[in-house]
């Protein structure tokens, strides 16, 4: 479970501080695949950034389980997020001299696993998401859905306990965003893990349990949807 409580952010200082997030309470729940939305600089991806320590906050408290993200150190957080957090953002951010597998298996690497577990862990994240044949594959020989399904596999390979999306379907046509939506919805209900995903698409955010609506950095709605992944 992700707990918020009393969060504020500030970006800049002075005339020139802007209050990206006010106040925000929130609770998300274990297996959970809930959407932010909102207009353009209303604090969505601010929002992201500080709930998986990439950004700190002003104030507040942030949990994860019985984890207290607000008063880990940089080091600490690093620790976490490798371990416990998976990412997948819009501009897919591969290695382009690196293949499909080699992509995926680079979080699972960087926590020192032995290269062979590694292996393993990567192909099967990458068959997951329907890449088997594609694994020796540059980025630049896949289309942008399947660089986004090799992001994807990237952020599943270590199995954490929350996967963070920041708008993971604004750089994909329509068909090739339909797959993704329905490939995380696949992911959320077979492995159960948490997914929070920041979308400005509606099509996107109805595949989900829940959207969260903000404005000028507040929460001003939140609402199930009926048909989504976990209504």
């Known amino acids: 479970m992700i707990k918020i409580q009393n969060l504020h952010k500030t970006h800049g200082s002075g005339d020139a501080s802007v209050k990206a997030l006010k106040d925000i309470n929130l609770t998300i729940e274990k297996g959970e695949m809930v959407s932010i939305m909102g207009p353009s600089g209303c604090g969505k991806t601010t929002l992201l950034q500080v709930l998986s320590g990439i950004d700190r906050m ?67 994240a990458l068959r997951q998401v329907g890449l088997e044949a594609k694994m020796d594959r540059l980025p630049a020989e896949m289309s942008g859905g399947q660089n986004q399904r090799v992001a994807i596999a990237r952020a599943i390979a270590g199995a954490p306990r929350v996967i963070w999306a920041d708008e993971p379907t604004g750089a994909l046509d329509s068909e090739s965003s339909e797959q993704i939506v329905g490939l995380l919805g696949m992911l959320n209900q077979t492995m159960n893990t948490t997914i929070v995903m920041v979308t400005h698409d509606a099509n996107v955010a109805k595949a989900s349990s829940r959207t969260i609506m903000m404005s000028n950095g507040r929460i001003v709605k939140s609402y199930e949807i009926l048909g989504g992944t976990r209504s």
């Not at 008063?71 to 976490?80: A, G, P």
Request: net charge negative; charged share 20%; no cysteine.
């Open 58 to 124: 002003d104030s507040g408290e942030v949990w994860m389980d019985e984890t207290p993200i607000h008063r880990l150190n940089d080091k600490q957080l690093s620790d976490f997020r490798l371990h416990h957090m998976g990412f997948i953002f819009q501009a897919y951010h591969l290695i382009p001299v690196l293949s499909a597998l080699e992509n995926a298996m680079l979080p699972i690497l960087a926590r020192g696993e032995p290269l062979k577990s590694a292996q393993a862990k990567a192909a099967s």
